[in-house]
């Protein structure tokens, strides 16, 4: 029992992290409201959260605090990504949409369009890496004897969260199924997703 503490110093630090809205909680719900590929999106979100938090207690935060180019030219690439979808998003806004029967621009994603956007909005986001590399690792690097306690309650958490937030979306199934409720989500996320392009942007320049 002795590394219960470490466990739950894991699942509620990354529980406080991951509950916010984001590019990549955004396109979980999204994804979750269509009912398309979420077992591949939540698997491929929870699998890089560990991965991530794990490589950072075992060090690469150290790593990546010591190349600011590479976090550089991470805040570019993500705002040119986050930009380009918020752009997208506001597009959807301003037309009918088609509900839950399909995709609000009149096409599905496949598994392949689905599981690289979710890589952008996760790899692409120089915030993910202050949380999971930097902030989890570090605290996970701390703890005696149980970091891979923390890196399993960590994880946990995190499995939780998308997986509640994709198979729970379905819940607003009602609401969802009228077109304006999808013109909101989407103007919505365009206006999250360009601000969030706008502080990546502000963060490369100073």
């Given at each position: ?8 110093s ?6 406080a ?6 590019a990549?909680n ?5 994804q979750?409201?269509?009912r398309e ?6 698997a491929?979100c ?8 794990a490589?950072g207690v ?5 790593l990546?605090?010591a ?9 570019l690439g993500?705002?040119a990504?986050?930009g380009?979808?918020?752009l997208g998003?506001?597009r959807r806004?301003?037309?009918?949409s088609?509900g839950?029967s399909g ?5 599905a994603?496949?598994?392949?369009a ?6 952008g909005f ?6 993910v890496?202050l949380?999971t ?7 996970g690097?701390?703890?005696p ?5 923390f ?5 946990l958490?995190s ?9 729970g979306a379905?819940l607003?199934?009602?609401l969802?199924a009228?077109?304006v409720a999808?013109r909101?989500?989407?103007g919505v996320v ?6 969030l392009?706008?502080?990546?942007v ?5």
């Amino acid at each position: 029992m002795t590394d219960l503490p470490a466990f739950l110093s894991g699942f509620a630090l990354s529980a406080a992290l991951i509950v916010a809205i984001g590019a990549q909680n955004a396109f979980v719900l999204r994804q979750g409201l269509r009912r398309e590929h979420v077992g591949p999106v939540v698997a491929f979100c929870a699998l890089a959260d560990v991965t991530l938090m794990a490589a950072g207690v075992a060090g690469l935060g150290a790593l990546l605090d010591a190349t600011p180019a590479l976090t550089h030219a991470l805040a570019l690439g993500g705002a040119a990504f986050l930009g380009w979808y918020g752009l997208g998003a506001l597009r959807r806004a301003w037309r009918p949409s088609a509900g839950l029967s399909g995709d609000p621009r009149g096409e599905a994603l496949t598994l392949r369009a689905a599981l690289l956007r979710t890589a952008g909005f996760t790899l692409l986001n120089p915030h993910v890496y202050l949380d999971t590399v930097l902030l989890v690792g570090a605290v996970g690097a701390a703890q005696p004897g149980g970091q891979g306690a923390f890196v399993g309650g960590a994880g946990l958490a995190s499995a939780l969260w998308f997986a509640a937030l994709g198979y729970g979306a379905r819940l607003l199934a009602p609401l969802f199924a009228r077109p304006v409720a999808w013109r909101v989500l989407d103007g919505v996320v365009g206006v999250t997703m360009l601000a969030l392009a706008a502080g990546l942007v502000a963060v490369a320049a100073g």
